[in-house]
């Protein structure tokens, strides 16, 4: 895990967030049976709350997309790639 101080408060909240939306339905699953969850962040690093939300064990086996705007840390693609998530980066306009 990367130390506290390298990682804005707003991340973990926000994967916190993220979790709470794939309850509610925010997320997309699509006609191949890939999740695809967006994430309009900036940089994320891995932290007990990003690892907490990829490594879920209540969104099924089908294939889990990241769509973020941002940068991952290598730890933290490392850790997403482990957890059995692909990540996509999409264009901010």
């Given amino acids: 895990m990367e130390t ?3 990682v804005p408060k707003t991340v973990g909240h926000f994967f916190g967030k993220i ?3 794939i309850e509610r339905g925010v997320n997309k699953v ?3 049976g890939e999740m695809h969850v967006p994430v ?3 940089y ?3 932290t007990e709350q990003v690892a907490g939300f990829a ?5 099924g086996t089908a294939p889990k997309v990241l769509l973020h705007t941002g940068q991952l840390s290598a ?3 490392a ?3 482990a957890a059995g998530w692909q990540t996509v980066v999409i264009a901010y306009p």
């Fill in 30 to 32: 699509k006609a191949s």
């Fill in 40 to 42: 309009p962040v900036d």
């Fill in 4 to 6: 506290a101080k390298q």
């Fill in 79 to 81: 850790g997403l790639k």
């Fill in 55 to 59: 490594q879920r064990d209540d969104l």
């Fill in 19 to 21: 979790g709470s939306s």
């Fill in 44 to 46: 994320v690093t891995w």
């Fill in 75 to 77: 730890a933290a693609a």
